[in-house]
């Protein structure tokens, strides 16, 4: 069903407390790595969202058991896991479903097609056939993209490294290196990626170890029996940078966001806001199914300034890219983002999807190869004037992005197909709402 969202002109300021959204990776890697266990399991704080709901009824048609006590909390009984499915697996927007599984379906002596929407098809997975068919798989594919047919081989460890930071090739691999007994299979990567699966599968026992080798980042794992153990998962950092960055935007603002997941691989966004004079500050630390996890207060920050994101930190930071975009345009001075070239294959091509959006409300930006040139307020012809309507491309991070873009506008604006925040942030528009009434 389709629905728009209205933002009906300059915000009021953001205040109150909120506990943000639970983590859309570490759902989906409860539920996928949960039924490696082969036991049963209570995961608590489990996003129900699209995308992570995509993971469950696969893994329902795989023969895991599944059963909500509320909201948020299921039982996982993975006993009869993994039993050949009756039709093909629908992975729907998620990107994290089809690669993680992919890894772990190609060990299990059975045959399957995943598939996906318009968009995941579009989406390049070349990157997790070419490593698996390495360690001995058969995946057929539509020239390097979904559908993916798995067909029964038997697999090999091997060394691999990979020419790009992606948590999901890494952890497809891992996944897949998990059922292979004796030898040890290893992923290098040129940066940190998010490391949930590590800390994951650690959590549950397997003989996972991390390294660093020539200035790469390795990984490697062989079986072991995991344990199985109830988990909870983290507050998903990606989310709350939403509500960060809106209430760094909007006059007077002033929240508490928390139980927010801070693994130090996805903490980018708490780095850059810093960098660019964000009045974020950290109130409390804890640890939670070996993840860590916070509270944060964000003010209203009148003198942001423009800063350079690059490198190493891009890969911690790669989903809030579309929301680092809109702030940039509300500092004083340039932001360069560059080493960013793989927000083309995201859910959009989110270089060019953001500039275009951007533009609409009157942001001085411009798309390079590997991200964007942002001239600040200065550059400007005022304040974002509204009046307008965003697309999302099957997108939730653009629609939450154009929201926030409205919030900040003069005139209201109308975001176009705004279901799409359902897939990682359901409970948007019901959050704001509380947090602009005080
Ligand atoms: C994810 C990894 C990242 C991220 C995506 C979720 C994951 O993708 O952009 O939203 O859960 O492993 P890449 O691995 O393609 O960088």
Redesign the pocket.
């Known amino acids: 069903m389709c629905k728009s969202a209205i933002t009906k002109g300059f915000s009021a300021p953001l205040k109150g407390e909120i506990t943000v959204p639970p983590d859309?990776?570490?759902s989906?890697?409860s539920l996928i790595i949960g039924s490696l266990t082969k036991g049963k399991i209570r995961i608590s704080n489990f996003l129900k969202s699209a995308d992570c709901l995509a993971t469950l009824e696969i893994l329902r048609q795989l023969g895991c058991e599944i059963n909500f006590l509320d909201e948020n909390t299921l039982i996982l009984n993975a006993k009869n896991a993994y039993i050949t499915p009756k039709k093909d697996l629908y992975c729907g927007n998620s990107?994290?479903t089809m690669?993680?599984l992919t890894g772990l379906l190609a060990t299990q002596n059975l045959e399957c097609t995943l598939t996906g929407d318009i968009s995941l098809s579009k989406r390049p997975m070349k990157?997790i056939i070419e490593p698996l068919t390495k360690m001995g798989a058969s995946i057929k594919s539509n020239e390097g993209k979904a559908p993916l047919v798995i067909q029964q081989t038997k697999l090999n460890a091997i060394e691999y490294i990979s020419p790009?930071?992606?948590?999901?090739?890494?952890?497809a691999l891992l996944l897949a290196g998990s059922q292979i007994p004796e030898k040890r299979t290893t992923v290098f990567e040129p940066h940190l990626?998010?490391n949930?699966?590590e800390k994951m599968l650690e959590f549950f026992g397997s003989n996972i170890q991390t390294f660093n080798k020539d200035k790469l980042f390795g990984s490697s794992i062989s079986y072991t029996p995991l344990i199985p153990k109830d988990l909870t998962v983290i507050g998903d950092i990606?989310s709350a940078s939403f509500l960060m960055i809106a209430a760094a935007v909007i006059k007077n603002s002033d929240i508490i966001l928390k139980g927010i997941g801070l693994n130090p691989t996805r903490t980018g966004i708490i780095d850059v806001m810093k960098a660019m004079n964000a009045d974020i500050e950290l109130l409390s630390k804890d640890k939670i199914s070996n993840e860590e996890i916070g509270d944060i207060r964000i003010k209203y920050s009148p003198d942001l300034k423009g800063t350079t994101v690059e490198g190493a930190i891009i890969?911690r930071l790669?989903?809030e890219i579309p929301a680092i975009a809109l702030l940039a345009t509300q500092a004083e001075g340039k932001t360069v983002i560059k080493d960013a070239g793989?927000l083309k294959?995201?859910?959009s091509d989110r270089i060019a999807c953001v500039t275009r959006e951007l533009r609409k409300f009157g942001a001085n930006i411009e798309a390079t190869d590997d991200g964007f040139i942002i001239e600040g307020k200065n550059a400007q012809k005022g304040l974002f004037e509204g009046n307008t309507e965003v697309e999302c491309y099957h997108d939730h991070r653009i629609a939450m992005t154009g929201y926030i873009a409205g919030l900040i506008s003069k005139n209201p604006c109308k975001i176009n197909d705004f279901q799409w925040a359902e897939t990682?942030f359901p409970g948007f528009l019901g959050i704001f709402e509380k947090l602009s009434r005080g």
């Open positions: 859309k990776s570490v989906h890697r990107g994290t690669r993680l990157r790009i930071a992606s948590a999901q090739v890494k952890s990626s998010r949930h699966s990606s890969p790669i989903d793989d294959n995201k859910e990682s």
